[in-house]
């Protein structure tokens, strides 16, 4: 296998030919080597549920990174080795696939998809903040109810709630990513406003799943948090 340039990587795989032919092999090569890497470290060998063949999807994966950095190759900026590049985006791609195959091994009935918020995994970590948990959860679902579009709600609660990739929600409500992106886009924005209505920021809210309550940065300012105040 030769050792390339960034310039030799760009000029192969645009030109035609052989030359381009033995870039391509190549490439395709060092992605699959990369990418069975990546499934074989603790941590991510499950994830995409039990029984799927590691040489298979790394085959699967690295096709199709190549297809599309193919496609990107004007995109590639210099700022750091070609080959570099190129695995962080077979990575994302092997990610995606991981998240499709977890998602469509799971149990999602689908008369529930995109109507039905889950119950939030209550982390138990005290009678007091389990209780802070509940509320927090309650105001969500019920701006989440009230202040999305019905549209905008299924989108939502599909990607965010019930883990169903992007391009499947494309392809369940009939539209395309980009279309998804401005949907989803504005009904974090409207979430967002509705939380504020009731006095809660989105931040805060996260924080009360995500951290410590003693570690919440953006309540150093002695700001009481909204669910616990309402307790005094």
Not at 10 to 26: F, H, N
Not at 59 to 74: G, V
Not at 158 to 179: C, I, K, Y
Not at 202 to 210: K, N, S, T, V, W
Request: aromatic residues 8%.
């Amino acid at each position: 296998m030769t050792t390339r340039t960034n310039t030799e990587w760009l000029a192969a795989l645009r030109e035609t030919g052989q030359s381009q032919e033995g870039a391509v092999r190549e490439l395709r090569q060092l992605l699959r080597r990369a990418i069975f890497s990546f499934l074989s470290r603790k941590g991510a060998a499950n994830a995409a549920g039990p029984g799927y063949d590691h040489d298979d999807l790394a085959e699967d994966c690295a096709q199709e990174s190549l297809l599309l950095i193919q496609s990107k190759l004007d995109q590639f900026r210099g700022d750091s080795q070609f080959t570099t590049w190129a695995y962080s985006i077979a990575i994302r791609v092997t990610l995606n696939e991981l998240r499709r195959r977890r998602w469509r091994t799971s149990a999602m009935e689908a008369a529930r998809l995109g109507d039905a918020m889950p119950h939030w995994p209550i982390d138990n970590p005290g009678p007091e903040r389990s209780l802070e948990q509940q509320k927090a959860w309650a105001i969500l679902s019920e701006a989440i109810e009230t202040a999305l579009t019905p549209l905008q709600r299924k989108a939502l609660i599909a990607h965010a709630f019930q883990e169903m990739p992007l391009d499947l929600v494309a392809e369940w409500l009939g539209t395309n990513r980009n279309s998804l992106y401005k949907l989803i886009h504005d009904a974090r924005k409207r979430l967002q406003a509705a939380l504020l209505s009731r006095g809660v920021t989105h931040r805060e809210l996260i924080a009360i799943f995500d951290t410590p309550r003693p570690d919440r940065p953006y309540l150093e300012d002695g700001k009481k948090s909204f669910f616990t105040a309402s307790n005094d």
